[in-house]
C-alpha cells in the first residue's frame, strides 16, 4: 500500500512556541490530505482538508489561525500550531488520498505543550 | 448527522474469536473501513467492504455487513496477543474523502 510519512513522531515544545508537523506521501501524488486530532482514548476528530495549493478547509470548531495548514506540493502538506498551549497537546495523524480512493494514514505525531 | 458507535472495550482469551460491533447512521456510505491502531501509533488499515457487499473474509478477518439495520463487524479468528489493539471502524460515501470513525474498541487478548 502506500506509504505516508509523518514527522516528528514526538515534539515537546514550551508554551507559547510554535510547531510544525509535516506530512509527506512517499509513493504517490496526494491531490488532498486530511489533518486529524485524537484526544487520549478517543477517536479521531477531523480538524482540515486541504487540497494541493489552495487554502484548507476547516471543519466547525477548529481554529484556521491556531493551526495552519499548508499544502505547497502534492506530496507534502504541514500543520502548523502556532502559540500552543498545554490544552494543544494531543495526537495529530495525517492521511493522504488520491483522487477519489481510499486515504493513507500517517504514523502519527504527540505534541506536548510544557 | 453523521455517527459511528462501537463498543468500547472487548476482552477475549488467546485463541478464542472476536467480534467487534459498529453502528452507523449515513445511509449514503458507501465505503466502510476497519483500522487497527497500536499504542502510540498512527492507524494500520485492516480490510474494508462495499456497501453493496455483504461479507468479505482476508485470512483471519471476516467482515460481515447488514445494511439493512446498519451494523458492520469485524470477527478475528485464533485472536492473538499481537492482536490486542484499538479498532477503529469507519465509513465514507461514495465521491467524497471526509471519514467518520467509530469511537474505538480497545480490544485486549487475554493469554
Known sequence: ?????????????????????????????????????????????????SNEGSKATYEQGVEKDKF??????????????????????????????????????????????V | GEDVEQSLFLSVREG???VINCTYTDSSSTYLYWYKQ???????????????????????????????????SLRIADTQTGDSAIYFCAERASGTYKYIFGTGTRLKVLA
Open chain 2, 38 to 72: 497500536e499504542p502510540g501509533a498512527g492507524l494500520q488499515l485492516l480490510t474494508y467492504i462495499f456497501s453493496n457487499m455483504d461479507m468479505k473474509q482476508d485470512q483471519r478477518l471476516t467482515v460481515l455487513l447488514n445494511k439493512k439495520d446498519k451494523h458492520l
Open chain 1, 1 to 49: 500500500g502506500a506509504v505516508v510519512s509523518q514527522h516528528p513522531s514526538r515534539v515537546i515544545c514550551k508554551s507559547g512556541t510554535s510547531v510544525k508537523i509535516e506530512c509527506r506521501s512517499l509513493d504517490f501524488q496526494a491531490t488532498t490530505m486530511f489533518w486529524y486530532r485524537q484526544f487520549p482514548k478517543q477517536s479521531l476528530m477531523l480538524m482540515a482538508t
Open chain 2, 16 to 18: 478464542d474469536s472476536s
Open chain 1, 68 to 113: 495552519l495548514i499548508n499544502h505547497a506540493s502534492l506530496t507534502l502538506s504541514t500543520l502548523t500550531v502556532t502559540s500552543a498551549h498545554p490544552e494543544d497537546s494531543s495526537f495529530y495523524i495525517c492521511s493522504a488520498s488520491q483522487g477519489a480512493t481510499e486515504a493513507f494514514f500517517g504514523q502519527g505525531t504527540r505534541l506536548t505543550v
